[in-house]
């Protein structure tokens, strides 16, 4: 079945050090887009790529960087994680951007900040 | 995109219908209404969406009011594990979900 995956499901990593999470699709989706969830919040949007190209939100910190190789892959990278970026991490795709078309999640990874 | 509010939470008895509603009073003529769902530590499921006609599918049916200020969503035969925090969002040009708190449901045995 076509499908968002997401690993790894749990990340734990230490205070200041990097860490990177991983998106992929199988459904050859131009657009790509990271979430942060927070417990007991709703889903907040950091950032997307339509394609090649990259939309950043305008609140979402510097410390955020996303890389995306190719279709396939989308990458999310934290360069000095603080105790507040723990959270579950979703990404999601939609097919072309095209106003009103459906985006679909991946089952996430809850990052853990030691 | 237009702002949407839902009750904080609801019950429903497993195997009665479950109605969630959702108001969106400013919703604009182009944006669509969706639903999706959350299990407790899954990704968000998309349910469903719709613009102007109610529709149907495997999963739940979607009635919009005919001055699309509100819509309901509505899950047949409810199950446990249908227990989930269900949003509505409304969908425009950004092409951005914004999430609000949604309607936490709680199917009891």
């Known amino acids: 079945d076509a499908m968002v995956i997401q690993n790894p499901r749990y990340q734990v990593t230490q205070f200041g050090k990097p860490v990177t999470l991983s998106c992929s699709q199988t459904l050859n989706h131009n657009v790509m887009y990271w979430y942060q969830q927070k417990s007991s919040q709703a889903p907040k949007l950091l950032f997307h790529?339509?394609?090649?190209?990259?939309?950043n939100e305008a609140d979402t910190p510097d410390n955020f960087q996303s890389r995306r190789p190719n279709t396939s892959f989308c990458f999310l990278d934290i360069r000095s994680p603080g105790l507040g970026d723990a959270a579950m991490y979703l990404c999601?795709?939609?097919?072309?951007?095209?106003?009103?078309?459906?985006?679909?999640f991946g089952p996430g990874t809850r990052l853990l900040v030691l | 995109d237009a702002k949407t509010t839902q009750p904080t939470s609801m019950d429903c008895a497993e195997g009665r219908a479950a109605n969630l509603p959702c108001n969106h009073s400013?919703?604009?003529?182009?944006?669509?209404v969706y639903w999706y769902r959350q299990i407790h530590s899954q990704g968000p499921q998309y349910i469903i969406h719709?613009?102007?006609n109610n529709e149907t599918n495997e999963m739940a049916s979607l009635i919009i009011t005919e001055d699309r200020k509100s819509s309901t969503l509505i899950l047949p035969h409810a199950t446990l594990r249908d227990t989930a925090v269900y949003y509505c969002?409304?969908?425009?040009?950004?092409?951005?979900?914004?999430f609000g708190t949604g309607t936490l449901l709680a199917v009891q045995p």
């Open positions: 969002i409304a969908l425009g040009g950004t092409n951005k979900l914004i």
């Open positions: 999601a795709t939609q097919a072309d951007g095209r106003e009103g078309e459906t985006q679909y």
């Open positions: 400013t919703i604009s003529g182009n944006e669509y």
């Open positions: 790529y339509y394609d090649k190209d990259f939309n």
């Open positions: 719709g613009l102007k």
